[in-house]
C-alpha cells in the first residue's frame, strides 16, 4: 500500500468546513484513497473513499488532484462531533487497512 | 446495513487467566475478519487477519499463541488472549469485510488485566 501523509493535527472553527489534507505521491493507478475517523474510545468509523473523481456523500466530500498524488477531505459544516482522528488510507480495494497516525482534528467552538 | 458489534465492550481480568472477545457480522457474512489492538494516544496496530474455515494469519511480531484467532462462521470471529499480563492491558478492535463495501469497525473491547 501507497505511504500517505497527514499533519499530526489541525483546528477548525465549529460551523466552517473542515479541509483535511493527505499526500500519496507514490499511490499506484489501482488504489483507492479511503478516509476512516476515529473519535475517542471508538473503534474507526469509514467516511468516503474514492479512485479519480471526486466523491461526496452525506457525510463528507474528497477532493483528489489529477495526478492523484493528494486528496482533501471536506467536512463541509463541521461540528464539535466532528472532534476525531482522521485516518487517510491508499489501498487496494481487498487490501487489509494499515493505520498511519492520522490527523486529530480539534473543532473549536 | 454493515454492523460489527463486539463482545465484551470492557472486560477486567487477573493476570495468568484467559479472556475471550467476540467479534460478530450482525447482517452480513464476513469471510475476512481483522483484529487490532490500539494503545492510548497511539493509532491502531493490526494484529492479525481471520478467514472463515482457516488459520489466521499474524503480523510480524504478534504471538500466535498468545493471541489465539478462531473464525468458525462467516459471522463470528474470537480473539482469545491466553494467560493474560498487564502489558496485554490495550483497547482491542475488530474488523470486516464482506468484499464489496468498505470494511465496518466494531466499537471496540478494552481490555485491562489486573
Known amino acids: 500500500d501507497a505511504k500517505t501523509t497527514q499533519p499530526p493535527s489541525m483546528d477548525c472553527a465549529e460551523g466552517r468546513a473542515a479541509n483535511l489534507p493527505c499526500n500519496h505521491s507514490?499511490?499506484?493507478?489501482?488504489?483507492?484513497v479511503y478516509w476512516y475517523r476515529q473519535i475517542h474510545s471508538q473503534g474507526p468509523q469509514y467516511i468516503i473513499h474514492g479512485l479519480k473523481n471526486n466523491e461526496t456523500n452525506e457525510m463528507a466530500s474528497l477532493i483528489i488532484t489529477e495526478d492523484r498524488k493528494s486528496s482533501t477531505l471536506i467536512l463541509p459544516h463541521a461540528t464539535l462531533r466532528d472532534t476525531a482522528v482522521y485516518y487517510c488510507?491508499?489501498?487496494?480495494?481487498?487490501?487489509?487497512?494499515?493505520f498511519g497516525k492520522g490527523t486529530r482534528l480539534h473543532i473549536l467552538p | 446495513g454493515a454492523v460489527v458489534s463486539q463482545h465484551p465492550s470492557r472486560v477486567i481480568c487477573k493476570s495468568g487467566t484467559s479472556v475471550k472477545i467476540e467479534c460478530r457480522s450482525l447482517?452480513?457474512?464476513?469471510?475476512?475478519m481483522f483484529w487490532y489492538r490500539q494503545f492510548p494516544k497511539q493509532s491502531l496496530m493490526l494484529m492479525a487477519t481471520s478467514n472463515e474455515g482457516s488459520k489466521a494469519t499474524y503480523e510480524q511480531g504478534v504471538e500466535k499463541d498468545k493471541f489465539l484467532i478462531n473464525h468458525a462462521s462467516l459471522t463470528l470471529s474470537t480473539l482469545t488472549v491466553t494467560s493474560a499480563h498487564p502489558e496485554d492491558s490495550s483497547f482491542y478492535i475488530c474488523s470486516a469485510s464482506t468484499g464489496e463495501r468498505p470494511y465496518t469497525f466494531g466499537s471496540g473491547t478494552r481490555l485491562t488485566v489486573v
Open positions: 447482517d452480513f457474512q464476513a469471510t475476512t
Open positions: 507514490t499511490i499506484s493507478g489501482n488504489e483507492y
Open positions: 488510507i491508499a489501498r487496494y480495494r481487498d487490501d487489509k487497512i494499515i
